[in-house]
């Protein structure tokens, strides 16, 4: 590989119920062609479900999307996946294909950032590093990203599990309260 490589994650489908097999025949294929530098993880969308079934209380895994598993793929700078690793994908027993591809060897769209994110989050699992924002309740910090660019807000709220704080926002005179997460805002105000 003598280009610059990135990753993304593509949306795998396959029959439904197969999907743990998908997932061991992709790994076990990746191992034996020599693709690990291409493909890196696979994984099926799943998460714990608590119920609560006569008095007792039962933990179950359940897949989130059924008929579907998620991979890892380097890409080139252009965004699409190699045609060695589309091909050792697309040929795997039990896959029938790409989300997001047209068919007739089409190569397929990845997932955008923010899926990505809300998937592994609702996987229990985190994809961003944790920032940890030196803020309180009542200051003021500039907004740098979004639709509320340069403005100025209050927080009201801090949630440092979900990376969000509450501030409240004037716009046209109005007080408006708006979520925003670490990233979009700047607590060096002087």
């Given amino acids: 590989m003598t280009e610059e490589m990135e990753k993304a994650w593509f949306v795998v489908h396959t029959y439904s119920g197969y999907e743990h097999k998908v997932k061991a025949n992709l790994e076990s294929r990746t191992q034996t062609m020599g693709m690990t530098e291409q493909i890196f993880r696979i994984l099926v969308p799943e998460q714990e479900v608590s119920t609560v079934q006569d008095g007792e209380v039962k933990t179950t895994v359940e897949n989130d999307f059924p008929g579907y598993v ?4 380097a890409t080139p700078q252009d965004g699409n996946m190699t045609d060695e690793a589309w091909y050792v994908v697309r040929n795997t027993p039990g896959v029938t294909g790409f989300l997001g591809s047209h068919g007739a060897g089409s190569k397929p769209n990845s997932l955008l950032p923010e899926e990505v994110d809300l998937l592994m989050r609702r996987m229990g699992m985190v994809t961003k590093e944790v920032i940890d924002l030196d803020v ?3 200051q003021t910090v500039k907004i740098i990203t979004g639709p ?5 807000g209050v927080v009201t709220a801090i949630d440092p599990e979900k990376q969000t704080i509450e501030a409240t926002v004037e716009v046209f005179g109005r007080e408006t309260p708006t979520e925003l997460t670490f990233n979009d805002v700047d607590t060096s105000l002087a």
Avoid: A, H, Q, R
């Fill in 70 to 73: 998620l991979v890892e793929i």
């Fill in 136 to 138: 309180e309740v009542g």
């Fill in 148 to 152: 509320f660019n340069g403005m100025e």
